[in-house]
């Protein structure tokens, strides 16, 4: 099943420089690097497999091969530049609900979101969490880094589009890190399953 996330899509994409970096600076390699890899990467397993959903052109896929075995990068729009090219990651151009890994024994250690997973709320987010977990390895981690305003309280009656809650995300996970980074503007949430 094909699922239309078009409209979603066009107004995710992510401008960037000719350096291949984020023109919103607040999106860029160096806040990565400096602000959010820090309170991610003991989550990492270097001897994992990492999937990046919504690479884009492949930036934070880059950063993701130095602490993975292997990384397999997914976007349905963009193409991955080569100038973010590693002998350990390779790119598929797909949606991430259509995806399945070559080898059906493949699982992973890191689901990587950096500004992707608000796009899933058309086909239901807890779909979206059941995908992941059909993919992930017992103990692995789903990491969501998200602009902090689309999580909402669990409380809230009415939801916007493009919002999510933590009851979203099923029971088969624990919450092991809810953050907000330094200057406020992303939630890095990292959800790892039981």
């Not at 959010?36 to 989550?43: A, G, Q």
């Not at 151009?93 to 990587?112: D, G, L, R």
């Not at 692995?140 to 409380?155: E, P, Y």
């Not at 493009?162 to 980074?181: C, R, S």
Request: proline share 2%.
């Amino acid at each position: 099943m094909v699922i239309n996330r078009r409209k979603w899509i066009d107004n995710a994409l992510q401008p960037v420089k000719e350096d291949g970096d984020a023109k919103d600076k607040k999106n860029s390699n160096q806040v990565f690097r400096l602000e959010i890899l820090p309170m991610i990467k003991d989550f990492f397993n270097e001897d994992g497999i990492a999937l990046d959903v919504g690479c884009g052109n492949g930036r934070f896929s880059f950063q993701l091969a130095k602490y993975h075995s292997y990384v397999h990068a997914l976007d349905v729009m963009k193409y991955f530049d080569s100038m973010f090219a590693s002998h350990n990651v390779e790119f598929f151009k797909v949606p991430f609900e259509e995806y399945e890994p070559a080898n059906s024994t493949t699982t992973y250690s890191t689901i990587f979101f950096f500004g992707s997973f608000y796009t899933f709320g058309n086909t239901g987010y807890i779909n979206t969490v059941n995908k992941c977990l059909s993919l992930l390895d017992r103990g692995g981690h789903i990491i969501i880094v998200d602009n902090q305003k689309r999580l909402v309280s669990d409380d809230a009656k009415k939801v916007k589009k493009g919002h999510y809650q933590m009851k979203d995300f099923g029971k088969e996970i624990n919450v092991v890190l809810n953050a907000i980074q330094w200057n406020g503007v992303h939630r890095v949430l990292v959800l790892e399953r039981k």
